[in-house]
């Protein structure tokens, strides 16, 4: 089944307010500068978002944050090179953080895609991480129960895609678009190549084309890091 190439603004027309939205990163291989950019052209707000981090700068998920949009931030990395407009909302009581250690954020968001309700770790335990969660003792050491991650949408960079959905991803993309791409209802994804069916090797396919949505095509895309440092400014 072919999965349509659309246009961004078309991509992100029905994301509502309220929404859960999973937004890949890990760097810039990994940031949809592109999609976060026409999610503040849309105009949702209060959207909870879950990402590594909280933004950089003045572009991508940081300008989300900047022009309050966002209502909670789901994150493991909340102090980035540069997340003055998360940590100016933060201090003045505008914006909730739940902080996630990184391996748990990335787990829960996979049981989300497996449809695993809960499991336990044994990160965090001991810590303020842990506190009001259920903790269980197995073969003599404690773990803590954590709960799925599920999304309304999911916003994840890659780097090819065929008209099926299938992707590969580039260098550090791979470490949260896979599992993001499992745990959303609509997964939207930006790609600098679109390739018809067959091109690419079937054992080179990383997220299968049944978690894939709609492809937006952005043959030039951004690297945040490379806007962060230039000190640009969106929108």
Same mark, same amino acid.
């Given at each position: 089944?072919?999965?349509p190439?659309?246009?961004?603004?078309e991509?992100?027309a029905?994301?509502?307010?309220?929404a859960?939205?999973?937004v890949g990163?890990?760097g810039g291989?990994?940031s949809?500068i592109?999609?976060?950019?026409a999610?503040?052209d849309?105009?949702?707000?209060?959207?909870?978002?879950?990402?590594n981090?909280?933004g950089?700068?003045?572009?991508g998920?940081?300008a989300?944050i900047?022009?309050?949009?966002?209502r909670?931030?789901?994150?493991?990395?909340?102090?980035?090179?540069?997340?003055?407009a998360?940590?100016e909302l933060?201090?003045?009581?505008?914006?909730?953080?739940e902080v996630?250690?990184?391996?748990?954020?990335?787990?829960r968001?996979r049981?989300?895609?497996?449809? $695993?309700?809960?499991?336990y770790? #044994? *990160?965090?335990v001991?810590?303020?991480? +842990? !506190? /009001?969660k259920?903790?269980r003792?197995?073969?003599g050491?404690d773990?803590?129960?954590?709960?799925?991650i599920r999304?309304?949408?999911?916003?994840?960079?890659?780097?090819?895609?065929d008209?099926?959905?299938?992707?590969?991803?580039n260098m550090?993309?791979?470490?949260?678009?896979?599992?993001m791409?499992?745990a959303a209802?609509t997964?939207?994804v930006q790609?600098?190549n679109v390739?018809?069916p067959?091109a690419i090797?079937?054992?080179?396919?990383v997220t299968?084309?049944?978690?894939?949505?709609? $492809?937006?095509q952005?043959a030039d #895309? *951004?690297?945040?890091?490379?806007?962060? +440092? !230039? /000190?640009a400014v969106?929108?």
């Amino acid at each position: 089944m072919e999965k349509p190439v659309m246009g961004i603004a078309e991509a992100l027309a029905d994301v509502p307010d309220g929404a859960t939205v999973l937004v890949g990163g890990f760097g810039g291989a990994g940031s949809p500068i592109e999609l976060v950019h026409a999610l503040i052209d849309q105009g949702a707000r209060d959207l909870t978002v879950v990402n590594n981090n909280a933004g950089n700068g003045d572009v991508g998920l940081a300008a989300l944050i900047r022009e309050r949009r966002v209502r909670k931030m789901i994150c493991s990395f909340p102090r980035s090179a540069n997340p003055k407009a998360f940590t100016e909302l933060y201090l003045k009581g505008e914006i909730e953080l739940e902080v996630v250690p990184q391996g748990t954020l990335a787990e829960r968001i996979r049981a989300g895609g497996a449809g $695993i309700p809960a499991f336990y770790t #044994p *990160a965090s335990v001991g810590t303020p991480l +842990a !506190e /009001g969660k259920e903790v269980r003792t197995f073969d003599g050491r404690d773990y803590v129960m954590e709960h799925w991650i599920r999304a309304d949408y999911a916003l994840v960079k890659a780097e090819t895609a065929d008209r099926a959905g299938n992707l590969l991803y580039n260098m550090s993309a791979r470490n949260f678009g896979p599992v993001m791409c499992m745990a959303a209802q609509t997964t939207v994804v930006q790609v600098r190549n679109v390739v018809e069916p067959g091109a690419i090797d079937p054992e080179a396919v990383v997220t299968p084309g049944i978690f894939v949505d709609r $492809i937006v095509q952005v043959a030039d #895309p *951004a690297q945040e890091e490379l806007l962060f +440092a !230039e /000190g640009a400014v969106y929108p």
